[in-house]
C-alpha cells in the first residue's frame, strides 16, 4: 500500500479533531485481533502497512490464504494507545471486508473442485478506490483476479458489438493491440460464439447463458476444431448457489462479481490486554 493511500484512508477515518483516540492515557499497551467466524485470511499485508504508519509491533503466525477458526489471534500488538485506537477500525475494515470475499471466494474453488478444473475469477465489478486489495482477497481465497483495468487486456462486450458488430470489432481490437494483450469477447449466443473463435481471438466470454446452452457452445466448438484455439469463459448471474452447474459444463473460467458483491463481511475484532496490576 502506497503512503498516500494510507494517508488518505487516515484523513477519512480520523478527520481534524479526534478527541475520542486522544482522551485516553498514551501509554504502551499490548492487544489483539482475532476472528469471531471461521474464514480464509486476507488483508494482513494491508493491516500491515497501518501499524508500520502507526509504529505498532505486530505478530502474526498467518498468510493470507490461510483457513482459521473462530476465536483464533491473527494479530498480537504492541503500542501506543492512541496509535492502536487510531489504527483499529481501519485495520478491522479491511481485514472484515477482505477476509469475507476471500472466505465466500474459497467456498467457491471447493464446490468446483470435484467437478472440474476451472478456474474461479472475479470481475471490475468492484469498490472505486479499493479494486487492487478486493481482487488480491480473490486471489487470497484461491480465486483468479481476472483484468485489474481496461489496459490489461481488450474485452469486446456487448455495446461495442451493438456500436461496430462482432466482426469489425474484432479486426480493429487485432489492429490497435498490443502482442501483450489478449482479446476477448463477450457473446450471447452459440453462433457468435464460433465466429468469434474463427476470428482468432483468446478468450471468449459466455455471457448470460444457461448451463445447457454453455454445454451446446462447448461441443459445438469442439465439432468445427475450435475449442482448443480459445479459452471459454462462463459469466453473468453466477454464484455459489449455482456454480457447480456452471462448473459441469466444460468451460476454463468461471468469472463472478458476487464474488465481491456478495461477500459477507466477517466479524473481526480488537482487544486491549490489561494487567491486573
Known amino acids: 500500500m502506497l503512503i498516500r493511500e494510507i494517508e488518505q484512508f487516515i484523513d477519512e477515518d480520523l478527520g481534524y479533531n ?15 485481533i482475532f476472528t469471531k467466524q471461521d474464514c480464509t485470511l486476507a488483508g494482513l499485508d494491508v493491516a500491515n502497512a497501518f501499524f508500520d504508519y502507526f509504529n505498532i509491533h505486530a505478530q502474526t503466525v498467518y498468510s493470507n490464504g490461510d483457513d482459521v477458526l473462530a476465536g483464533d489471534v ?64 480473490v486471489v487470497a481465497g484461491g480465486g483468479d483476479a481476472h483484468r485489474f483495468n481496461l489496459s490489461d487486456s481488450i474485452m469486446l462486450k456487448d455495446n ?37 473463435a474463427s476470428m482468432g481471438v483468446d478468450i471468449i466470454m459466455l455471457d448470460n447463458m444457461e448451463p445447457g ?28 448457489d449455482n456454480v457447480i452447474e456452471y462448473a459441469k459444463t466444460g468451460v476454463d473460467v468461471i468469472s463472478m462479481g458476487s464474488l465481491i458483491h ?8 480488537l482487544e486491549f490486554s490489561m494487567s491486573d496490576d
Open 18 to 32: 479526534d478527541i475520542s483516540c486522544t482522551i485516553v492515557p498514551d501509554e504502551i499497551i499490548d492487544a489483539t
Open 262 to 269: 456478495k461477500a459477507q463481511w466477517i466479524d473481526v475484532s
Open 213 to 240: 446452452e454453455v454445454i451446446q457452445t462447448v461441443e459445438m466448438l469442439k465439432r468445427k476444431g475450435l475449442r482448443d484455439s480459445v479459452i471459454i469463459e462462463a459469466s453473468g448471474g453466477i454464484d455459489q
Open 74 to 137: 491473527i494479530f498480537t500488538l504492541r503500542g501506543s494507545t492512541v496509535s492502536i485506537l487510531r489504527a483499529e477500525r481501519l485495520v478491522l475494515n479491511f481485514l472484515g471486508h477482505l477476509t469475507g470475499i476471500a472466505t465466500l471466494t474459497r467456498s467457491c474453488v471447493n464446490k468446483v473442485k470435484p467437478f472440474s478444473q476451472v478456474r474461479i475469477a472475479c470481475t471490475r465489478k468492484t469498490t472505486p478506490g479499493i479494486r487492487k486489495f478486493e481482487k488480491m482477497a
Open 160 to 196: 461495442h458489438i451493438k456500436m461496430m458488430g462482432i466482426e469489425n470489432a474484432i479486426k480493429s481490437a487485432k489492429k490497435m493491440a498490443s502482442f501483450t494483450q489478449k482479446i476477448e469477447v463477450e457473446v450471447e449466443s452459440t453462433n457468435d460464439a464460433i465466429l468469434a
